[in-house]
């Protein structure tokens, strides 16, 4: 696999390029079908509202899925990413208006590992509360 | 009623083959909106080594999910649906999926806890291609939260 960032440039604290993803209920309608999960608490406001949460919310996988952009993005091949995972710690609350919400992630290299691999951590935020837990990515790098 | 800790360990028949079509992953690229070329240019998947698109790196969800359905209505391991949410997740890639991919599941039951009323299940899928390499593992929680009253 050939990740354009080189081993040898980076170091523990090195940041990625942040990056902030927007999200409304008609993009949650989208990942609904593209993904399969129809599960009403992510496009029916009653039935959200029914089972105790505030509104609407983003599948927990559509937030995990634009956090690793950060990381994708960085190294160009998805390829390098060896091992992703997540905690889902808060709900991402989709409102229906025009601006919906905003997903914001930042990430940095938290440590060098063997085979010229590095371990990035994640953050990821939304209106100021964090999303996502323990969110780390080993990534191969050149 | 707790979940059933005896089913730890527990082994699932792999799914029949899922097979990963170019324009699925191209779906699921836009419905992310993620528009590194790897994913929908074979051009430039083969540029980065690739022989065909590459899927993004929660795809393999999609099909992970699907088979999960085996342990998740389960009649015999009883788990209340209504009540689950999605406590983690994490992926452990051999290589990315590519289209053209035929993958098989095999769900095992890793633990089952149980903690202030909440019954925790972590479940494995091990994804395969045809050809019986190893893929991704998806490593999956979920909590199903305490009844009312419980």
Same mark, same amino acid.
């Given at each position: 696999m050939s990740a354009i960032v080189n081993y040898d440039e980076v170091e523990v604290g090195t940041e990625l390029p942040a990056q902030s993803f927007p999200v409304s209920r008609a993009t949650l309608v989208q990942y609904a079908g593209a993904s %399969?999960?129809?599960?009403?608490?992510?496009?029916?406001e009653a039935f959200a509202k029914g089972v105790g949460l505030p509104d609407v919310i983003a599948h927990g996988m559509f937030t995990m899925a634009e956090a690793v952009r950060v990381v994708t993005d960085w190294v @160009?091949?998805? %390829?390098? @990413?060896v091992e992703y995972g997540v905690r889902f710690t808060k709900p991402v609350v989709v409102p229906n208006d025009e601006t919906g919400a905003v997903i914001e992630v930042t990430g940095k290299v938290a440590a060098m590992l063997d085979d010229r691999r590095v371990r990035v951590d994640l953050v990821a935020t939304c209106a100021g509360q964090k @999303?996502? %837990?323990?969110s780390r990515a080993v990534v191969q790098l050149a | 009623m707790p979940l059933d800790p005896a089913f730890v360990g527990r082994t699932y028949p792999p799914t029949p083959a899922y097979e990963v079509g170019r324009e699925k992953i191209r779906e699921f690229a836009e419905a992310v909106r #993620?528009?590194?070329?790897a994913y929908t240019d074979r051009e430039a998947a083969k540029a980065l080594g690739h022989p065909d698109v590459v899927a993004p790196p929660t795809f393999p969800f999609v099909i992970t999910y699907r088979a999960a359905g085996q342990v998740v209505q389960d009649p015999e391991l009883g788990? #209340?649906?209504?009540?689950?949410?999605?406590?983690d997740q994490r992926f452990v890639y051999n290589r990315p999926v590519r289209a053209g991919d035929r993958l098989s599941v095999t769900c095992v039951i890793d633990s089952i806890k149980s903690l202030a009323g909440n019954d925790i299940l972590s479940v494995r899928g091990e994804v395969a291609d045809e050809s019986g390499e190893h893929v991704v593992t998806a490593y999956m929680t979920l909590v199903a939260r305490a009844a009312e009253g419980e």
């Amino acid at each position: 696999m050939s990740a354009i960032v080189n081993y040898d440039e980076v170091e523990v604290g090195t940041e990625l390029p942040a990056q902030s993803f927007p999200v409304s209920r008609a993009t949650l309608v989208q990942y609904a079908g593209a993904s %399969g999960d129809f599960n009403p608490i992510h496009w029916n406001e009653a039935f959200a509202k029914g089972v105790g949460l505030p509104d609407v919310i983003a599948h927990g996988m559509f937030t995990m899925a634009e956090a690793v952009r950060v990381v994708t993005d960085w190294v @160009v091949d998805p %390829g390098a @990413v060896v091992e992703y995972g997540v905690r889902f710690t808060k709900p991402v609350v989709v409102p229906n208006d025009e601006t919906g919400a905003v997903i914001e992630v930042t990430g940095k290299v938290a440590a060098m590992l063997d085979d010229r691999r590095v371990r990035v951590d994640l953050v990821a935020t939304c209106a100021g509360q964090k @999303v996502l %837990g323990m969110s780390r990515a080993v990534v191969q790098l050149a | 009623m707790p979940l059933d800790p005896a089913f730890v360990g527990r082994t699932y028949p792999p799914t029949p083959a899922y097979e990963v079509g170019r324009e699925k992953i191209r779906e699921f690229a836009e419905a992310v909106r #993620d528009a590194n070329p790897a994913y929908t240019d074979r051009e430039a998947a083969k540029a980065l080594g690739h022989p065909d698109v590459v899927a993004p790196p929660t795809f393999p969800f999609v099909i992970t999910y699907r088979a999960a359905g085996q342990v998740v209505q389960d009649p015999e391991l009883g788990l #209340d649906f209504s009540r689950v949410v999605h406590g983690d997740q994490r992926f452990v890639y051999n290589r990315p999926v590519r289209a053209g991919d035929r993958l098989s599941v095999t769900c095992v039951i890793d633990s089952i806890k149980s903690l202030a009323g909440n019954d925790i299940l972590s479940v494995r899928g091990e994804v395969a291609d045809e050809s019986g390499e190893h893929v991704v593992t998806a490593y999956m929680t979920l909590v199903a939260r305490a009844a009312e009253g419980e």
